[in-house]
C-alpha cells in the first residue's frame, strides 16, 4: 500500500490542523493505521492509532483531549484531527499502516510508511 500524507503547515499555539493520509493499492479495511511524529533531535513516537473498521483508538498521553483520529474506508483515508496546537507538537508526522495484530503503539508493527507532513507551531 502506498501511503500519501498531507495537511501539515504552520499554525499559532491554540490552533487546529487536520492531517491527512490517503491510501492506495490495496483494500484499506485491510490495514490498522497509525500516526507517529518526529521533532528534531528526537526519536520518532508514536501520537494515535485506530483499528481497520475504527472501532478502537489510541492514543499517546500527551494529546489526549487534544488529538482525534478518524478514518474513512470508502476514501481510503486516515485523519489526524489536532486541537489546541502547542509548541512540543512541532514535528514530522508520518502516518503508517500495519496487518500485523500486535502492538498498535510500537512502530515495529507497523509495515508501510507515508512520506511525512511537517507541523510547525509556533509559540
Known amino acids: 500500500v502506498q501511503l500519501q500524507a498531507s495537511g501539515g503547515g504552520l499554525v499559532q499555539a491554540g490552533g487546529s490542523l487536520k492531517l491527512s493520509c490517503a491510501a492506495s493499492?490495496?483494500?484499506?479495511?485491510?490495514?490498522?493505521m497509525g500516526w507517529f511524529r518526529q521533532a528534531p533531535g528526537k526519536e520518532r513516537e508514536f501520537v494515535a492509532g485506530i483499528s481497520r473498521y475504527g472501532a478502537s483508538t489510541y492514543y499517546q498521553d500527551s494529546v489526549k483531549g487534544r488529538f482525534a483520529i478518524s478514518r474513512d474506508n470508502a476514501k481510503n483515508t486516515v485523519y489526524l484531527q489536532m486541537n489546541s496546537l502547542k509548541p512540543e507538537d512541532t514535528a514530522v508526522y508520518y502516518c503508517?499502516?500495519?496487518?500485523?495484530?500486535?502492538?498498535?503503539?510500537?512502530?515495529?508493527?507497523?509495515?508501510?510508511w507515508g512520506q511525512g507532513t511537517l507541523v510547525t507551531v509556533s509559540s
Open positions: 503508517a499502516a500495519r496487518t500485523s495484530y500486535g502492538d498498535p503503539y510500537s512502530s515495529s508493527e507497523y509495515d508501510y
Open positions: 493499492g490495496r483494500t484499506f479495511s485491510d490495514y490498522a
